[in-house]
Nanobody, 115 residues
């Protein structure tokens, strides 16, 4: 059974940093990409950052230059380093693993940026 477990969310002041982690357990075949989405209250879920297995990355325009996605294959973990956080980054962040068979999702972790 595949599980994705996120950690690293919390409350941070504007301008601060957080690093989210998503550890995958179980076996996932034919992975296409791993990444992060977020959903703020009253808004649709949006892509934050996605890394395809060949290593190409795709970022939302709103986070380019501030967020960095990375992956540790040995630990089956994907990370999201978030710097220069803004109040508008406040959302529930969910990691995803996309395969040729189905997409897997974590339970989400809350990130709140507030003074």
């Amino acid at each position: 059974q595949v599980q994705l477990v996120e950690s690293g969310g919390g409350l941070v002041q504007p301008g601060g940093s957080l690093r989210l982690s998503c550890a995958a357990s179980g076996t996932i075949f034919s992975i296409l990409a791993m990444g992060w989405y977020r959903q703020a209250p009253g808004k649709q879920r949006e892509l934050v950052a996605l890394m395809s297995i060949p290593g190409r990355t795709n970022y939302a325009d709103s986070v380019k230059g501030r967020f960095t996605i990375s992956r540790d294959n040995a630990k089956n973990t994907v990370y999201l380093q978030m710097n220069s956080l803004k109040p508008e980054d406040t959302a529930v962040y969910s990691c995803t693993v996309q395969s040729t068979i189905r997409d897997y999702w974590g339970q989400g972790t809350q990130v709140t940026v507030s003074s």
